[in-house]
């Protein structure tokens, strides 16, 4: 690399918890540098951000429009290369598209829109510029999620069977307070879209499944609820799913399920093996056989999953050095642009994005009943 | 008790599972003796079988028919007290209906019968006689199992929103060789019955479900297969639930889970707290907060569950062990009977013979519609 | 077998943990029937326990010599085979030695004996008689724990260099009420001997880290000590240990662990793979490599054990089931002699016996210099 | 913070582990910028690092010296504030010296220097310059390893009477290969002094007890060796320890405990209850007691640790966050000092690191008697 690669942000703003968690994970490796942003709709906060992160006034815009309409015209060498948009869901679509028209290359939070049209829209934008789209389903970025995927792709398991996905949390078990600021716009359909629970959890579960598994989710049967009183998007389901290879499997994901904290968990069984891996044990891949002991895999040891990793095993990484392998790979994609070489990013794509969002309207259509997807 | 209580057998012959481990709990308080036996239809396996267990010659009869008779002509301070039924599943019904008929009380393995209408008679002619009837639901007989319904019931939990059971195994993930007894005849719907999975393990997990929650299954949507070519009734399959209080979850079991043992586990989420409990792992339980830190609670550590303990905490106490709590129980009842005093037992009865039975025949009759339980 | 071989018993009278602990294990296999015992030095608690246990009072007897003596006189196809000795440590060798000189084969609970003397004479009383004497090292009796010994003995860790073995309990962290009896004969020095903690649980860490090795400990280093005031025998102690095939390692005891329930874990590496296993979840054997995953090993999954299990893998055995294996292996012990046949039994010996007894007394001596064993 | 604070670095060039870990920490909040370095006494690694880490040639020194020299002389808004050493062993205090005379603040590894006259010569000289020293023990700089020191300073566990710490590792089981930069220094006296395995990880491990209980080792017997042929520093060893208050235990350290990463854990037991935290699992802390269930503790669920988190709950942190308190830490005293006011570190100091020092010479020195510390 000849140079940092250069990152605007749109959201993220004090008060945030994944804004910071985006540029946690892009300083990692000291290979992208933060050079504006429109942080909050709020010129107080939007200020206030943009000097605790050290940058320089006319660089923190008051709207993303500005941000990307000034920094087009900054020379080559000093502008963004690519925009970070971490704002509530209804913000996502109406930002990417511009951030594209502008030709930015974009890192996108999940669910990538609010409906499917706008997630279509997207994809085509995507492709008709040419520009790199990252969506951070950041679950597939440990280490061992992909050590489970090249497993699954090796024909280590054989022919897959069953897959079970699970995400329970428990912090939205109680009426949000309005202090609250991610548990009200994630309840509130305005900035969240048709689903809460669904789309937020449910959501990182189904493309996990998908990318572990190499398989895709053909057909499924929903049982969602609201359980907390005056909500009036689901926080809880079950999903019953069907795969392209006839395997079977169920999807749960809960935001009422109390105590716990981020388990995002999964399964998946194959005619000679069986996978597990938990995110909040994310250093550890379990595999089982019905012929032999069980396998524990780890970070790091026995080369297992080094390509991935920074530092020894037994040294523990986590969520944010995940997040960096997507920041990392995302910074190299650019970068070969840059140089005119080739790259093979691993990072989600919009395609992703489009499928999360297919899943979430046909979660929250199914009603009990099977739905194609 | 003035003297022990006397059983008799029917199944549990050479090379079956069940049978020894009813003998081993029968025997571990040293309250119960095994007194006569129809073990196999195969008159070797029948007298080998005796033998081994240092029965005189003539207890060990050729049928159940042959020993209900005998049995009942023999003085009462000889005859057996009670039979346990450890046959596959078809012989359930005319077995425990004779028992019932000749007078001894009955344990019997689960599923109860192959139908609905065998079961509400045997319910029937339970009430008729009066006589004790014992589900081995054993995983019902667990301190840590038992102290989670306490904690239900006390609302320790709050308002349950949400029930996740699972069951998975690997036992059955190939085809089965004439060798393996058990496996032939639980996938042979002639012994079996309509389903060999949801039968064997499901009606369990459904049973646990309900026993430690307290509350009833009202509508379930099924999606069951059999993933072995050439096996007619289902290896697998998962539920959706809905509860009479409103709570939802989901059931899974599996006998082609590759790499599992029996791995029973149960969650329930309340509105104040939640418990998981790991058949694998039975001396804790877990209970978790949304306020506070993860309890571990230990049978036998700082008073749990003691009064269902044998030995200290840190000294594993398992299957047998729970499986030995249904038969003290189940002496006691009966001494409490020859003593003509009130006792209240806590195995599980007909009637939740009668309810697994339903469940097994709603689950195969959903084919992934919505139906009433 | 023809016939069950017949128990007596000297100790586990009411409010005894450890002798209801040999009667459940014996009764487990129905191969074993206690025939008479002299339960307690009190006739109130004798008799009761007598009873309770269904014995005719006329093999209730009140003193173990009187036991000895009836019992000899009795037809050989009624008296008892051998007797359980479950009494405080201070009685272990009157009795064993008595029931030798009558006869009688033993088991003997441990520590052996109060003095290295004693030890050595009784094992050569054991020698001269030609009787089965069996030591109730029962942690050596798991499954998990002989394949563990196995494993080092087919070379399959390379060679020994490091033990590290734990026994922490917190049992003891307070004073003793009187009405804790097991607590109270155990921090006694005239029934319990020079040493509490080390004599009861520093003994049986020293002979499983013995049993599995094959290693002989050569040299010892203890810092034992007395932390609750009033009591004059250690409660608590580390160990330095020297091998003799050069390995070094550490044991460490305690009663005071508070929140510990009985942790007994032993870890053993060698130059080629390691091993852990742990009391507690006693199912699992962990092999750990610097070249390969983690294996973890369970009970009678794919194999594994299985020549001491007595039911399938995920069906939790424990504490009973282990020493259930003793006396198991005792009854076909008894009854190989009995048929006069040869038999090769792996229950622990009065030589396992004599070893501990030297181990306590040097780590009591040992006052934190060198010593050798 | 008005700026950010600048980092010079002295080691971590091309193949070192350490001083990457210690820019990925630096990098982790924003708060810290790299902007000089003498990487490697080879100038083409040298030069190599100072450009993959985008810094201008001109402040890419080729050694220590001119580096403190030129940076000096630079203006005030432009020089580095501090160095961070992360050189092998013997350059430790030649450096920090150096650094401390040129008025540079200094983070530095351990252990600290070779010796206990250098440890005590350049805690001398933190004092006379008042510049400040952090010493990067990062165990102690997990959210629950401080958690762990607030409860034993709240009298949570009451009186401490039992301390274990464990620290195996087996890297270095098999003899090191020339192409293993880090195992040839640490191996090799003359750069990693009297001690190999107690040197680096024996002191982390010291450093960690006295950290979280707040005691002080008075007294040490140690058993150390060297296992693999060929080498001349040890590779293993235990020692026994005595505390300031009366309290017992042991500490090992290993690395050629074959299978095992970083297994750093530690268990301190009280009068009341129990803590213990094992560093592969930094997200629990687990405290038991006699009197009442387990208690799991987990980073910023219900409160806990949250001022030392940076996400939330079931979003794995490790080891790169833990240190990255420790830089976090040390940026915030520096611009305290450029702020002229008041702040209270957390990091380690050179008080810690030169009993880290003593603590190896009292090992080394101990073979196998009791020292005093």
Redesign the interface.
């Known amino acids: 690399m000849k ?2 690669i250069r990152m605007g942000m749109v959201g993220g703003g004090p008060g945030a ?1 994944i804004g ?2 985006h ?2 994970a892009a ?4 290979i992208i540098e ?1 050079v504006c942003g429109a942080f909050s709709s709020d010129p107080d906060k939007n200020r206030a951000a943009g000097k605790a ?2 940058l320089p006034g006319e660089r923190c815009y008051a709207t993303f429009d500005e941000m990307f309409e000034k920094e087009s015209s900054l020379p080559e060498d000093e502008r963004m290369d690519f925009v970070s948009i971490t704002t509530p869901n209804h913000l996502h679509f109406p930002i990417a598209m511009k951030a594209l028209q502008a030709g930015f290359h974009v890192v996108c939070e999940k669910p990538m829109t609010l409906t499917v049209e706008e997630a279509e829209t997207l994809a085509k934008e995507v492709e008709r510029t040419g520009l790199i789209f990252c969506l951070t389903h950041n679950y597939t970025a440990y280490p061992m999620s992909r050590v489970a995927k090249r497993m699954v792709r090796n024909g280590d398991l054989g022919e897959i ?2 897959i ?1 996905v ?1 995400y ?4 939205l ?2 009426a949000v307070t309005p202090d609250n600021i991610q548990g009200s716009w994630r309840t509130n359909p305005k900035t969240s879209g048709i689903s809460c629970c669904m789309g937020d959890i449910g959501s990182h579960s189904e493309n996990l499944a998908e990318f572990i598994s190499g398989l895709k989710i053909t057909e499924l ?1 929903a ?1 969602i ?1 609201s ?1 907390v009183p005056g909500r009036t998007l689901d926080d ?3 999903v ?1 799913l ?1 795969f392209d290879n006839g395997a ?3 999807l ?1 994901a ?1 935001q ?8 995002l968990k999964i399964r998946i ?6 996978i597990e891996w938990n ?5 550890s891949l379990i ?12 970070r790091n ?2 080369g ?1 999953g080094a390509e991935w990793s ?12 995940a997040f960096g392998n997507i920041y990392r790979d995302l910074a190299m994609a650019i970068d070969a642009r840059l140089e005119g070489v080739e790259y093979e990013s691993e990072f989600p794509t919009v395609q992703d994005g489009l499928r999360g969002v297919r899943f979430i309207h046909a979660v929250v259509a199914s009603q ?1 009943q ?1 739905v194609k997807l």
Not at 287 to 298: A, E, F, L, T
Request: glycine fraction near 10%; proline fraction near 6%; include cysteine.
């Open positions: 140079r940092k918890f910071e968690v540029r946690m300083r990692l490796d000291g933060l992160l050290f069977r069953r079970m699970e329970p949390q428990g912090w078990a109680d049967c049982n609820k359980f809880d389901g079950d019953l069907k079977i499997g169920s749960t809960s009422i399920a109390v105590g716990e904290e981020n388990a069984y194959g005619t000679k093996a069986a995110q909040q044990d994310p250093e595999v089982k056989y019905n012929d032999r002991p069980i396998q524990v895999m780890r040891w026995a297992v920074r530092i020894p095993a037994g040294h523990p990484e986590g969520f944010l050095e009990g099977w």
